[in-house]
C-alpha cells in the first residue's frame, strides 16, 4: 500500500514535470526522458490510479493523448465518481470536466459505475444535471451508492423521483441532503418499495417522511377510516437509517420501526426521546442494534476520531467480508470481539430510567456512549439508584467494554458522571469527554480519572470548572505518568506489552468558556506532559504573553511527540510568542482560531519554511 502512495506521488510530479517542459522539448524526447507510465503492464496501471481522487484523475487526462487513452481504457477506474464543490479545487475542476465530457466516453462508463457523490454548490448548474441525467435516462445500470448533498439540479428540474427508480434494481446506499429546488413527489414509503436492495439511507426534508393527512372541508366527503388502508409492511433489506427532519411523533416512530424490521444503525430527532426509545427497545432484538443515535446531531455532525462506528458506512460487496473481519478486529482492540449487541449510543433528553434501562441490556457489548443530560432537578433531588455501581452489581453489570464515554449537559452533570465513572473498566476507556461539568463538586471524579489506566484522549470542554488546585493536580497527575511512560520505554524494549498498559495521554482539550480557569501556572503544568501529540487550548484570556513564550519553552523541553496545536480565543497566540515551537520536530499543524485581524500569515515565515501548516481565523466583527 505505501509502495502505491509513493508511486502516486511520483506520478503527479511527473505530470507536472511534463508539463512544465512541454514547451522547451519536443513530445517525443520528453517521452523517451521521463514518462515511464507507457512502459508498465496493463493489470499494474489500474491497482496504482484507484488510489487517486476524482479531480487527480480529470487532471491526469489532460498531461497527454497517450495517457488519456491508457487512463480511459481502464474502466474500473470509473466506478467512483465524487465531487465535492466545496474544495477549493473545484472551480478548476469543472472546467476540465466540461473540456472532456465530449471526449470521454462517460455514457459507456456510467454502464459500470458504482457510486456517484455530488456535494455542490450553485455554480455547478452545468456540471451536476450532466451527471444526472444518465441517471434519469437508466445509464447507471450498475450503481450502488449515490449521494447528493447541497445540490442545485437545474432550473428545470430533475425528476429524482425517476432516477431513483432507474436504479432501484442495484441501489443499495442512498444520501439525499439540502436539494434545491425541493423535490415533490420524493417519498420515503416509495424508495423503500423500489429499492429492494436498499442499506442505508440519509435523508433530509429533501425526502418526504409521510405525507400529511388531508382534513376534508365541509363541502368534502368524509372518507371512513375503514376506507384508508393501513400502511403496508414493506420486507425492507434497510439496516443503516438516518433522518434528519423535525421532531418526529411517536406515532412515526412506530411506522418507520414496522417498515424496516432490519434496522441495525438507528439516528432520528424525536420529540419524546424517552418513549422512542422504549418502542425501538420493544421491536428489535437486543442482539440486531449496533448504533442508536436519538436526538445527538452533534455527534451525526462530529463523529469524533476516536470512533469506531459510523452511522452511514457503505460497503462494498466484494469488500463484505474483509471489511467485517476488520471491523471484528477493531471490536477485540476494544475488547468486544465477535459478540453482538449494541455498540454506540447517542441520548439527548432522556431520564436516569431510560439510560439504566439501555446500559443494563447492552452492558456487556456497548463500546461508545455520548449522553447531553437535561434533567432540572436539583442535586439533592436527583437519584444514582438507577445506575448500579460496581459495589451493588456483579461484573456483567459494569460497562466491561466502553472505551469512548461522553458526558455534557446544559446543567451540572457530576452526579451521573461520578456514577458512570464507577461503572466503566479502567482497562478499557480510552476517551473522555466532559462538558459543562464542576470537577471539583464530587471527589471521586476527579480520582476516578486519575484511575483510567488506558486514557488516550481527555476532553474538558464547554463552561468546565474547578477549584484552581484540582486542576493543577490533574495536569501534574498527567505529567509524572507520561515521564514514568518514558522512563520506562527508554529501560525497556520496544516491543514490552506492559508499555501499552501504562498510561499516556496523547489528546488534550482544555476548556473554560465561562470561568476562565486557564492561567499562566496552568499552561506551564500542561507543557510538562511528554506524551501528548494533540493539544486544544480554548478560552485563554488571562494567559499573558510571558506565560505562552513560557509555555512554548515548556514544550520545547519536555515534549517530543506533538504533532497538532489549537489555540482559540487566546490573545497571547502571536508569532512571538510562539517561535519557540519551530524546535519540536514532530509538529505539523499550528491553528489559531478568534485572533485579531493584524495577525497575518505572513507572520510566521520561519514555520512555513518548515513545512509547519499555519490555519489562521479571524475574529468575526
Known sequence: MQLYFCFKKLLLLHMTTTLQHSNKVSNQESQRQVDFVLELPNEIVPLIMKHFETIELLNLLTVSKQWKDQLVACKSLWFNIVFHGHTPEWNETSIIFNKMRDS??????????????????????TTIP????????????????????????????????????????TLRYLKIMSIFPKPTTLYFENILASCQLLEGFWFDSSVILFPRRHHPTATETVTT???????????STLKQLIINVDPIHNEHVERIINLCPNLQRIYMNVIDSHTAVDIILRYYDEYQLEYLNINMYLCLLTNPPCSTWSPFEYIQKNENKNTKSNKQQQSKEGGVGNMSGLRYLALRGFDETTLASLLHRHANTLEELYVYYNNTRSPSHRSSNNIPTTQNVNNDGLLSELRV????????????????????????L????????????????????????????????HSIYAHHGDIMDLLHHFATKSEEYHHHTATTSSDDDDQEQRQQLRSLLLSSTYFQIINDAILQELGKIQTLEEIAIHDAIKVTDQGMDSFC??????????????????????????????SIPTLETIILRNVNSNIKLQDFPGFIEQGIQIEIYHTSP
Not at 466516453?105 to 450553485?122: C, H, M, N, T, Y
Not at 451527471?131 to 429524482?160: M, T
Open 553 to 582: 519553552v515548556t514544550l520545547q523541553h519536555y515534549n517530543k511527540h506533538l504533532r497538532s496545536l489549537t489555540l482559540n480565543h487566546v490573545p497571547a497566540a502571536k508569532s512571538t510568542t510562539l517561535r519557540h515551537l519551530l
Open 130 to 169: 450532466l451527471l444526472l441525467k444518465p441517471l434519469v435516462c437508466g445509464a447507471y445500470v450498475q450503481l450502488e451508492y449515490l449521494e447528493l448533498c447541497g445540490c442545485f439540479i437545474g432550473e428545470q428540474p430533475i425528476d429524482l423521483d425517476k432516477a431513483v427508480d432507474a436504479v432501484s434494481n
Open 430 to 461: 480510552q476517551t473522555l469527554q466532559i462538558g459543562s461539568c464542576n470537577l471539583s463538586n464530587n471527589p471521586n471524579v476527579l480520582s476516578s480519572i486519575k484511575a483510567l489506566h488506558s486514557l488516550k484522549c481527555l476532553h474538558l470542554h
Open 225 to 235: 377510516a375503514g376506507d384508508i388502508p393501513p400502511p403496508s409492511r414493506i420486507a
Open 104 to 125: 470521454i466516453p462517460f455514457i459507456d462508463i456510467a454502464v459500470q459505475l458504482k457510486l456517484v457523490g455530488l456535494s455542490s454548490s450553485e455554480d455547478m448548474t
Open 405 to 428: 464515554l461522553s458526558i455534557s449537559s446544559s446543567h451540572d452533570p457530576t452526579f451521573m458522571l461520578a456514577t458512570l465513572l464507577t461503572r466503566v473498566s479502567p482497562k478499557t
